[in-house]
Structure formats: C-alpha cells, structure tokens
C-alpha cells in the first residue's frame, strides 16, 4: 500500500541523515572535507584567470604533487594529514610529528618532486599522443612547479632534500630565488624569501647544537652521495624538459588543439 510504503521510506531517510551527520562530523571525513573545498576553491580562482580546465589540470598536479610527501611520510611511519590548498599559495601537507633525522625529512620531501615530475610526464605524454596544447601547457606548468621546488632553500622541497647532503648548500638557493623574481618577480618569492632567509639564520645559530649534530649524525656517506645523485639527476631531467616544453610552446602554431 502507498501508505506503508512512506511509512518504510521516512525512517530509512531518518537514518540516512543520521549516518551521513556522524560521517560529516568525524574528523577524516572533515580533513577529506577540506582537502576537497580547498581544492575547489583553487580550481574557482585559477579558473577566472586560466580557465576551468587548465585550473582542474594544474590543482591536480599539485595534487599529485602533495600526496607524493603524503605517501613519503607514510611509509616513514610518519602521521600526516590530507593537503591543503590555497590558490598562489600552492599546497602542503601537516606533519603532525617531525622526522627523527636529516635522512628521513629528505626522503619526504622527495617523494613530492618525484610523483609529481612523474604525474607531469604522463601529461606530457596524452600532449603528445593528443596533439594537445592545453595538456602541454598543463605539462609544462607541472615540470615547471616541481623544478621550482627543487630551488636548495627551506621551506621548498629542495631545503629539504640537500640538508642531507650539506646544509650549506642552501647558500646557493638565495641568489637562483633572486634569479627567478627578477624572471618573474612575485610576492610569493618575497615570502618564500623571508621565510627562507629566517630558516638560514636559525641553521647557524643551532649550527653547534647537539641535538642538531644528533639530527645529522645518522647520515653516512652513501646516503649523502645517493639522494645527492637523486637530486642532480631530477633538477637536469625538469630543467630539460621545461626548456623543451617551452620552446614547443613558442612554435607557430602551437596555440592549436584543445
């Protein structure tokens, strides 16, 4: 009958709403939440200036690129939570326990650059097989966006990845992060600039510190050789491969495809 029909299908709502109010209010489901409205917002804003698929293409990259660290971080035991995005900000991942040592936070911020140079590639790839301009443009910007974060400075990736290697190595960041704001000067460089600057100076004073010497007292030799053999390999595979990209970008007629 109609009638016990309603009956049957009120209650199951009932509970449906109940079920999805408790999903809503637990804390992964939340953290998902925020990973998912932060990347809209991202795709919104990048949109007005690039236009929507560019915008999905490009938050995906980084995308890609976060849960590189993410996955890093996991294997290394390491609690962390989903990204999060803010448009000209980028994106990042919240270790919610630090690495125990200098080889650990390297192999973390390493797996960013790696995933995401490798998600940039197959892009690459569709552009190619496609005759696609957009996805060479999407594949240019993500080479583009993982060399960055290769510059040797903390915050990025970089600063991370050579402290392993020789914390001084980050004295070499600040004049190729100049280079890239006189390139295209920014006020994200500026912030990035601040905050590496200040990393810098806190590196030098710790610098007799015994808890940093601990920090780096586990690093050997070979680790120092492999990750820095890692680094070079990577930074000369996106430095070729963005010049390339731009110089097929340039070409007459290259506006052509979708």
Not at 97 to 110: D, K
Not at 155 to 182: K, N, Y
Request: positive net charge.
């Amino acid at each position: 009958m109609p009638g016990s029909a309603a009956g049957g299908v009120a209650p199951n709502i009932g509970r449906m709403l109940k079920i999805l109010f408790l999903l809503l209010s637990g804390a992964k489901l939340g953290k998902l939440l925020t990973t998912g409205g932060s990347m809209l917002l991202s795709i919104g804003v990048y949109a007005l200036l690039y236009g929507w698929r560019f915008a999905a293409g490009f938050v995906g990259l980084l995308f890609v690129h976060e849960m590189g660290h993410f996955i890093a971080a996991r294997q290394r035991g390491l609690p962390v939570g989903w990204p999060t995005f803010i448009p000209f900000m980028g994106a990042w991942i919240e270790l919610k326990q630090m690495p125990h040592n200098a080889e650990t936070e390297a192999y973390v911020g390493l797996g960013g650059p790696v995933l995401g140079t490798l998600g940039s590639l197959l892009v690459y790839v569709f552009a190619r097989n496609e005759g696609s301009h957009l996805l060479l443009a999407l594949a240019y910007s993500g080479f583009f966006l993982n060399l960055f974060n290769l510059i040797p400075l903390s915050p990025l990736d970089g600063g991370r990845i050579t402290q392993v290697i020789s914390p001084r190595l980050w004295l070499l960041g600040l004049p190729v992060l100049g280079a890239v704001f006189m390139w295209r000067p920014s006020p994200l460089l500026i912030f990035v600039g601040v905050l590496a600057g200040l990393q810098l100076w806190q590196a030098r004073k710790r610098r007799h510190d015994p808890a940093q010497q601990a920090y780096h007292a586990s690093t050997t030799a070979t680790t120092r050789l492999t990750y820095g053999a890692i680094y070079v390999l990577l930074l000369a595979f996106l430095a070729v491969m963005c010049h390339d990209l731009h110089e097929m970008l340039q070409r007459p007629g290259a506006s052509g495809g979708a």
